[in-house]
């Protein structure tokens, strides 16, 4: 085995079979993508395209088995991130198909919708996720659309009472989609209970918009050209009561409405919560397509030779200091995050045990994952961005060319820093776990809600370690002392990050505390002055996470010559990551101004250190070569 | 007057007159881009577009009274900015025809090819500018095209003698060209004489490719769908002798080559250096499109609301302190640019002087133009990307849709970076002009030719200011003692952005003097090292002039409220420039930690102050309303 194999190896994590397989198997489909249909041709293809994914045991995978499922929810996600590599549109349409709609009639719903669930599979129902909102996309709990139960009936009610209600941007919706599961506010004799999901039939079987159903079509987007995005209206839809799903919350044949969780806010994130393999594949998907990306990127740089000493001597463009400034350090970046998203899929797999027996309450691990998922996904989307966005430039004027790739994988990440929440949204929902002592009566999402909550004390929030605490203890227990070589060991740059975040907690809390017995209005001020902090402590949470989750990923590395190498990538992961942010760690004293310049050179160390290994560090990412067929790479 | 009104007034300029008549004229033109049509069909629709702006006097501004032309630079660059806020495809397709290859008639040719300009002008006569070849994009010197001088017939042989040297990503050469100014090496009697400029038929009256002449279409972009870019291949195509355009060198009947300047290097930076328009263009209108994309994101977070205090108070997008942190540094950015982009204008068009009398030597002056236009090239489309980018994640979900018009913006104005020269490339050229005493000699573009000629001394470049130095000058002497405060004040802030180029200058001068005795492959080695440096000189360099620049701009703005908007305003630019680069002023003893604290606390206020004046400022971009149609912002 070459050393790239030894590091894709690693890199590929627990569910390595289902990589090798997509691998194989995605390349022998025909998914590139064509921009010459129209509109209308691409969505067609995609949905083709979808039908073919039936029998590769993908779309059964993340349901539990006794409902017709795979009973792996771990290979349901990265089969999912794996269609990324080769079109991100499919990617979406699969997990809009399985993931939201069908993740929302097996989490919320009961016995009766379950039985829907081989349909969904294979596609003989196909759905779609009408969640957002023209009004209300990340503040899902202010949703405006009503689903009232009428009694005389035995029916629930759907209407969209105002233009903002109208669902949007909704995946499947502009065309595909006969189902859609409806996140409405439920009234029930005059009561209201708060957001709820419905089962709502919007097409017939020829495809025509269903009496008081209006849907419409996103039509052109930034991207993901094979994705109907639609809008649905509701004007007096009629369904029966067994449409909604409830399993948090059921409304008898009376109208008596009934809850196994009492809290409204409570139950609305516990729902919302087993919704979180959206969050999930978003995040990994993303850095999917960004591994794509940085593997052109890095094969042109090695190929690509310009201007050097002489007339006669192009040099290549990976010998440019500048150039390994700009791709080593975003390879670096996917590297480490790919091990975090590795952990988040292994705990998220562990913890849903879809087909295992009921286990002891884990609403404090739930929690946890949570705000993993949802930081991942922010910190995960804006550097798929950044690096794609980078990689085009670094393939020039050929990185704007269709037939190179790269400028599509650009359109089509571009929206996923706003899907499942946009990024500042979901920071502050990560925040919002680190600071708050989070109880039964937890306030919403809102940034009142979250003030009032903010613990007297936080000063073992990052200390609360689980999984990999003894190995990161160990390693900042054995760090050596102050000198300025030290910025290479793993013990040192751990304890930088975790005391960076205790720090940036510590104040944030501080900082909000004086809203806890506020006025409503003062309190906001309170968040509103210090969001930019409250938002900062969702970012170097998620750096020190990931770093761990390098950490012991690099510990689970069986092959010394690839480990070695990891570690180099580490160490660049963590020395950028600290360079970005360098005046902080000046102006707290956690770095002297000596220490600091040191950074810059011992990162052009690792660049001189990386370099011959560039063709085995994207190779590491084992993207597909049928994914990698850019006009620019070949001879 | 409103205070809008006044702060577009200070912003529009000189070409005040220009802009006004472009926002009626072109909101009288059909120009909102169509996402249904076909590849083939946008193309078509731009052509008709372009056909439209004839009778416009923009497209013969830039030229000669004595050719035909209105005599007027000013007018042809600020004409084409004024498109981009419309459309970016019609804004490219305009810039290659009269810009781009109206501009090599014009300033390379003599009388023989002037005769051309109503032509051009007209669009009787349609070219492209057949630079970039597939092997060799920024590094135009080391082109492979050759024009060989035939003596036998007295013509010139135009060849493509290997596959990197097809010329490629050429607008216009995918249709609607039918002659192409081509950049070939010239050789006469087995001489080489350096990269030249010929006219080339490469299409007849019907479309067709003229003989040896192969075009292919560079199809489907990650943008700007109304250009046709193309390649071309030359197979022994023939010119007359009279095809070159000789201004610089021309070759007699026997073919004997003479040229005014002797100096190869010095002769083809002189050619390049009448083509700056083309860096100007770019620059400018890159900003043009920024400023749509801020307008919208602007007005759209005076009119969304999300989250607040309690479930019935929804708070205002712009009143959240991580909205305003994310919007108003970039308008402000934007600001910053567009008077630096209105004084590079002014200057350009005072220096080239097209229709005056032949003036003294201007080559210095010529010089920091050129390096002016390719430093604020850089800076500007690095900014409007991000801009757009941020414009489009501020919108949430509707930002991707292409009915708000950010989405194809952002599309459009990828390849900016791009065009004109690389973005780094082009900041060494802006340190190669700080950096070296340039003298006949110059070396060229190549790493090695310039650290050659790296000045003994660079103690003076800073301080040689011309045009505004006095008042800069007088502001930085009349700065108040370093109490925290101080970093409001505009003396402290010209002196921290001077005192910081002058000292990044010095230490990268010095790193590269050891380079000037060096053989070759050190002399490399030592610029490679030092790459990352060397191109930050340009960085901070062109920080430095667009703050002098602003102030300069408000000095000459006559209305005291507005110019007290705009103080705030550049104070606002300063400071977020000053906070993105915190580590280097505190690790070089230019800030203390305490100052380096107010630096947030000080932007935090500058936003609390200029929030109210949120509309006036997206207002002063004087973006026409018939562009902001976004479906977002319609009630």
């Given at each position: 085995?070459?050393?790239?194999?030894?590091?894709?190896?690693?890199?590929?994590?627990?569910?390595?079979?289902?990589?090798?397989?997509?691998?194989?198997?995605?390349?022998?489909?025909?998914?590139?993508?064509?921009?010459?249909?129209?509109?209308?041709?691409?969505?067609?293809?995609?949905?083709?395209?979808?039908?073919?994914?039936?029998?590769?045991?993908?779309?059964?995978?993340?349901?539990?088995?006794?409902?017709?499922?795979?009973?792996?929810?771990?290979?349901?996600?990265?089969?999912?991130?794996?269609?990324?590599?080769?079109?991100?549109?499919?990617?979406?349409?699969?997990?809009?198909?399985?993931?939201?709609?069908?993740?929302?009639?097996?989490?919320?719903?009961?016995?009766?919708?379950?039985?829907?669930?081989?349909?969904?599979?294979?596609?003989?129902?196909?759905?779609?996720?009408?969640?957002?909102?023209?009004?209300?996309?990340?503040?899902?709990?202010?949703?405006?659309?009503?689903?009232?139960?009428?009694?005389?009936?035995?029916?629930?009610?759907?209407?969209?009472?105002?233009?903002?209600?109208?669902?949007?941007?909704?995946?499947?919706?502009?065309?595909?989609?006969?189902?859609?599961?409806?996140?409405?506010?439920?009234?029930?004799?005059?009561?209201?209970?708060?957001?709820?999901?419905?089962?709502?039939?919007?097409?017939?079987?020829?495809?025509?918009?269903?009496?008081?159903?209006?849907?419409?079509?996103?039509?052109?987007?930034?991207?993901?050209?094979?994705?109907?995005?639609?809008?649905?209206?509701?004007?007096?839809?009629?369904?029966?009561?067994?449409?909604?799903?409830?399993?948090?919350?059921?409304?008898?044949?009376?109208?008596?409405?009934?809850?196994?969780?009492?809290?409204?806010?409570?139950?609305?994130?516990?729902?919302?919560?087993?919704?979180?393999?959206?969050?999930?594949?978003v995040g990994g998907s993303a850095g999917a397509a960004a591994e794509v990306a940085l593997s052109i990127a890095g094969r042109y740089a090695l190929k690509r030779r310009q201007f050097g000493p002489d007339a006669d001597t192009e040099v290549l463009l990976a010998d440019y200091r500048m150039h390994q400034r700009r791709l080593l350090p975003l390879i670096a970046r996917s590297y480490a995050y790919r091990f975090a998203q590795n952990q988040l899929v292994a705990r998220m797999h562990k913890l849903q045990n879809i087909d295992g027996p009921p286990t002891d309450d884990t609403a404090q691990q739930q929690r946890e994952l949570e705000g993993r998922a949802a930081g991942l996904k922010a910190m995960g989307t804006w550097h798929a961005s950044r690096a794609i966005q980078e990689s085009r430039e670094m393939c020039g004027g050929a990185g704007y060319l269709s037939e190179n790739r790269i400028a599509t994988l650009r359109d089509d990440v571009d929206v996923f820093t706003t899907f499942e929440g946009d990024n500042h949204v979901l920071l502050q929902l990560v925040a919002k776990e680190m600071l708050t002592a989070y109880g039964q009566e937890v306030g919403g999402l809102d940034p009142v809600g979250m003030v009032r909550f903010v613990a007297g004390t936080v000063t073992d929030v990052v200390k609360e370690r689980t999984a990999a605490s003894q190995l990161i203890q160990r390693l900042i227990d054995a760090r050596p002392g102050g000198d300025e070589h030290d910025l290479l060991d793993r013990g040192t740059q751990l304890e930088l990050f975790e005391d960076r975040e205790q720090h940036v907690i510590e104040t944030a809390a501080r900082r909000l505390q004086r809203a806890s017995k506020a006025e409503p209005e003062e309190a906001f001020e309170i968040f509103n002055n210090a969001q930019d902090h409250v938002i900062r402590v969702g970012r170097v949470h998620i750096d020190r996470v990931v770093l761990e989750a390098f950490t012991a990923g690099i510990a689970r590395c069986e092959d010394e010559d690839a480990a070695d190498l990891l570690r180099d990538v580490c160490s660049l992961y963590a020395l950028s990551t600290i360079e970005e942010d360098l005046a902080w760690f000046m102006g707290h004293n956690r770095l002297s101004d000596q220490r600091a310049k040191v950074i810059t050179s011992e990162i052009n160390a690792l660049l001189d250190k990386l370099r011959p290994h560039l063709l085995t560090l994207v190779e590491g990412f084992g993207v597909p070569e049928s994914t990698l067929d850019a006009a620019i790479l070949r001879d």
């Open positions: 085995m070459t050393l790239s194999d030894e590091v894709r190896i690693a890199l590929d994590g627990k569910w390595r079979h289902v990589r090798e397989k997509s691998r194989t198997e995605l390349a022998g489909l025909d998914l590139a993508f064509d921009h010459d249909l129209t509109l209308d041709q691409a969505r067609e293809r995609t949905f083709a395209q979808l039908k073919e994914l039936v029998p590769t045991g993908v779309p059964a995978a993340g349901f539990k088995t006794e409902h017709g499922g795979g009973g792996d929810p771990g290979m349901a996600v990265t089969g999912i991130e794996m269609l990324a590599q080769f079109d991100m549109s499919l990617m979406v349409k699969a997990g809009v198909q399985w993931g939201l709609f069908g993740g929302a009639v097996a989490n919320l719903g009961t016995e009766r919708h379950h039985a829907l669930i081989p349909q969904i599979i294979n596609l003989d129902l196909v759905g779609c996720f009408a969640m957002t909102e023209t009004g209300h996309g990340s503040d899902v709990q202010s949703l405006e659309t009503t689903a009232t139960f009428d009694q005389a009936t035995g029916e629930f009610v759907i209407d969209s009472p105002t233009p903002g209600s109208r669902k949007d941007y909704i995946g499947n919706a502009g065309k595909h989609a006969s189902v859609a599961a409806v996140f409405a506010q439920l009234i029930t004799r005059g009561e209201r209970h708060g957001v709820h999901c419905l089962l709502v039939p919007i097409r017939d079987e020829h495809g025509a918009d269903l009496p008081g159903v209006t849907t419409s079509d996103c039509g052109h987007k930034g991207g993901l050209r094979g994705v109907d995005n639609g809008r649905i209206v509701f004007d007096g839809v009629r369904v029966p009561r067994e449409n909604l799903l409830n399993r948090y919350g059921t409304v008898d044949e009376g109208g008596a409405y009934t809850s196994p969780i009492e809290d409204t806010n409570r139950r609305f994130f516990t729902m919302l919560g087993t919704l979180i393999r959206g969050r999930v594949s």
